[in-house]
């Protein structure tokens, strides 16, 4: 698979840039190059330091329009971007030197110069945003990565969107770096290609693999809810037929009727008795009077 039978803009493509462009972010913290960009490794370094230069001066550039206030020109930007250019190429420049700059020509455009306490206010920010842990400096460095993988992907830069960041003053410097890494990267994928399509294929499917697994996992769990409340309803609807079932003969009614049963049978055996000893008196009386004859 060669890059021109590729689409632009190409999962594929699109993937290997993000990567390409992480790998010069980190490269400062690891030091690690892969085995297929091992003879790139003094290109990589020079895009590194040209990347931090192009974010160090977009976030002085963006402390500055804040300090001029409504009163900022793109043209303003501009002079200031040259005269720190200067600054930051030179050995001996200190941030004393550049927070100066900044505070002078804002002054000047302002048309007031800057107190003592602003001067210092506007220095411990300066000092602030260019550390590499400060969330300014990550925004502008994120922000041009994303300028670069447009570059990539459209050979041309997102104007749009870099005007809408206060960045077009730095299109320059970001399109020279965007082509400078297109090149490379160009060079790199043709020669590696079928390589990193493996790879790509192969992470592909892991990530498939996983949703899947997932995916089974919350179904299973789903089933086994619904089986727990269909349960439960069971339970609560067999409840609800006992509790409706027609009421039984009382204990205390059945006791009663035979009782009342043993009463009559009793009663119906002393007839008897009563009877039988009538009887038995009579022929007892019959038999005294015969008795009594003879």
Known sequence: MSLQNQPANSSFNS?????????????????IIPETFRLDKSRI?????????????????????????????SENVLN?????YVLLTSQSTSLKHIN???????????????????????????????????????????????????????????????????????????????????????????????YYKTIFLELKQQKTNSLIKTLNNAKNENNSLTKIQNQVSSSNGN????????PSSSPSLSLSSEVTKMKLQVSHNSDIVVHNVSNNSQNNS?????????
């Open 286 to 294: 019959h038999d005294s009077k015969s008795n009594s004859q003879i």
């Open 80 to 84: 200031l971007k040259q005269r720190l």
């Open 100 to 194: 100066l700059e900044i505070t002078n020509m804002a002054g000047q455009i302002r048309k007031k110069e800057f107190s003592t306490k602003e001067i210092d206010l506007i220095s411990g920010l300066v000092e602030k945003t260019l550390s590499p842990d400060s969330k300014l400096y990550v925004m502008i460095q994120t922000r041009i990565s994303t300028y670069i993988v447009h570059f990539l992907n459209n050979d041309e830069l997102p104007k749009e969107l870099m005007y809408r960041h206060n960045m077009n003053e730095m299109e320059p410097e970001i399109s020279t770096l965007s082509g400078k890494i297109k090149g490379v990267v160009e060079l790199n994928l043709q020669t590696y290609s079928e």
């Open 239 to 246: 409840k609800t037929s006992i509790n409706n079932a027609p």
């Open 45 to 73: 370094v020079t895009f590194y330091n040209e990347w931090q230069d192009i974010t160090i001066l977009s976030c002085l550039l963006l402390i500055f329009r804040q300090a001029c206030s409504s009163k900022c020109t």
């Open 15 to 31: 993937v290997f840039y993000a990567g390409f462009l992480k790998l010069l972010l980190t490269y400062n913290q690891n030091r």
